[in-house]
């Protein structure tokens, strides 16, 4: 089975994960990549082959050589749930410039979508403008298979111990919940979950969640004067008290933000669900507490009890643990440049598996896999960038 072969294989299963179920995984649709991922990895020979009861597949290829560390691959089965996780009808085609028409009245243009224009001459693989195409981060999972495939069968690479892991729920910040650092047993590890070929990333989000309740009053609108109190308005009220610039459409970088994810209610009860991100950690807290602030000002206005503020973190930056281990970076950043890579080091607009294992012990940088245009129907892969990380992931673990 080629890479190709492998990620066209894996993407046509719907893995979308689910904020609202509260189970592990949060869909039993999860099951079925793992399932295979374990058959493969076992018909492989691969060694150690496991399935845990929450859905976590391990498995690891045995050292060839010693006094070696043993090193950790990690990337997420799931899908976000933002958008249609499924059925993917996912295509190849060879990128000869200009705009590629996706089906269903949906275009990618390079004039929008600029790294179209680094791929000419590439063979991608596209949506079809309906669902996403699950390359966050199921090229990842091939990359790694790829490349446990081939140490497999070329002994004659160097390597120490390689421990595999696959996590469902990584897209609703739960990825980690379950993570068995301890038999997993790597000394470091790196999750296979970037973009553009050559990313190298230690510094991540600060995240949290958080969920605005609004509990209003209805009265039939004809005798509402002094009565009613909207739910709906008052969540309305709510949002429009945050900076408008502080959102994702308006920030870049390390720019924090409030991202309003879904809004419903009535006159009744209303809900928001936002994320709230920033890489400084004193910011981050800062944010929330403008939350809390918000839902304390509306309180003495409408009453005691009216707006309710959850907040829940979800993960930290992972360089405040990664810089006390900076020999892990620096092996990425040389196995990259012995593929002829340079790299690219920048923060992560966005969070890992990584951030939150590094702070469990396991000190875990992010690489890229190749993918672009994540969450959405937009997205796409290159081919020649996929084969390229699997040998850059072969330099990461090859002997030194």
Request: charged share 25%; aromatic share 8%.
């Amino acid at each position: 089975m080629s890479l190709k072969e492998r990620f066209l294989k894996y993407v046509a299963i719907d893995t979308g994960s689910s904020e609202e179920s509260g189970q592990h995984p949060s869909t039993a649709k999860q099951w079925e990549l793992a399932k295979l991922l374990k058959e493969e990895l076992e018909e492989m020979g691969a060694a150690n082959v496991r399935l845990s009861e929450t859905c976590y597949v391990y498995a690891e290829i045995p050292a060839n050589c010693e006094n070696q560390p043993v090193i950790g691959l990690i990337a997420h089965m799931d899908t976000a749930p933002a958008v249609a996780t499924g059925p993917v009808h996912a295509r190849a085609l060879v990128y000869q410039g200009g705009d590629i028409e996706l089906g269903n009245g949906v275009w990618l243009k390079p004039d929008e979508y600029e790294s179209l224009n680094r791929h000419v001459g590439h063979e991608l693989i596209v949506t079809d403008g309906t669902t996403l195409l699950g390359g966050d981060n199921k090229a990842g999972v091939a990359e790694i298979m790829e490349l446990a495939k081939r140490l497999i069968d070329h002994p004659e690479i160097p390597h120490g111990k390689v421990c595999i892991g696959f996590t469902p729920d990584e897209e609703i910040g739960e990825g980690a919940d379950h993570f068995d650092v301890s038999g997993f047993g790597a000394d470091f590890a790196y999750t296979v979950d970037g973009g553009a070929l050559g990313e190298v990333e230690c510094e991540t989000f600060n995240a949290a969640a958080a969920r605005i309740t609004v509990h209003g009053f209805n009265i039939h609108p004809g005798a509402a004067k002094n009565k009613m109190r909207n739910a709906a308005k008052i969540a309305m009220q709510f949002a429009g008290m945050l900076p408008p610039a502080e959102a994702p459409e308006h920030t870049e970088g390390r720019e924090g933000f409030y991202h309003l994810c879904s809004m419903k209610g009535d006159e009744t009860e209303a809900q928001l669900v936002y994320i709230i991100r920033d890489h400084d950690r004193g910011i981050f807290e800062q944010r929330k507490a403008r939350m809390q602030a918000i839902g304390a000002y509306l309180n003495g206005l409408y009453g005691e009890g009216t707006v309710a503020v959850e907040l829940r973190d979800s993960y930290y930056n992972m360089k405040q643990e990664v810089d006390k281990h900076p020999h892990v970076m620096q092996r990425a950043l040389d196995a990259m440049q012995a593929c002829g890579i340079e790299p690219i080091v920048s923060p992560v607009r966005g969070g890992t598996d990584g951030a939150r294992l590094s702070y469990m012990g396991l000190p875990c940088p992010n690489l890229s896999t190749g993918g672009y245009n994540f969450h959405g129907v937009m997205e796409y892969v290159s081919l020649p960038e996929m084969e390229k990380m699997v040998d850059v992931l072969e330099a990461v673990v090859r002997a030194r």
